[in-house]
């Protein structure tokens, strides 16, 4: 079977949702448009590298463009994770690296489906309730 030239996966977190584009390079990350050495903060740009750095010397010649829309920043990264982690099993083929990346933790492989509660009547939020007064 031939090798794809271009591996497209798919990662969600709460509103966020994120798009990687594998394909075979110098090794470049980029993160919205922008190296991934550049983004800021910090956690994103670590959450972000975590499968990379995971896969090791395997991803040195893939090319790994992130696009994350909707949410905040961590649920933007945590969504990236996901599709990097997705795109590079996808691209690499092997079943040891995703059992070891489901056995390290298992959102790098499978959407978060957690969500936020809608807020209900009664009070500021969904959980928050107006104090009651006995007296």
Known sequence: MKAPTVVLATG?????????????????????????????????????????????????????????SGGGLIGQASAARTAVARGLVQWLKDDQLKE???HYDRSL?????????????GGRGARKRRQKSYR
Not at 15 to 40: C, I
Not at 109 to 121: A, Q
């Open 12 to 68: 969600k977190r709460k509103a966020a949702v994120a798009r990687a584009t594998v394909r075979k390079g110098a090794g470049l990350v980029r993160f919205n448009d922008r190296p991934l050495e550049l983004v800021e903060p910090e956690i994103i740009r670590l959450k972000v590298q975590e499968p990379l750095l995971m896969v090791g010397d395997r991803a040195r010649n893939l090319d790994i463009a992130v696009r994350a």
């Open 100 to 102: 070891m990346f489901k």
């Open 109 to 121: 492989l499978v959407n978060d489906p957690r969500r936020k509660l809608p807020k209900r009547p």
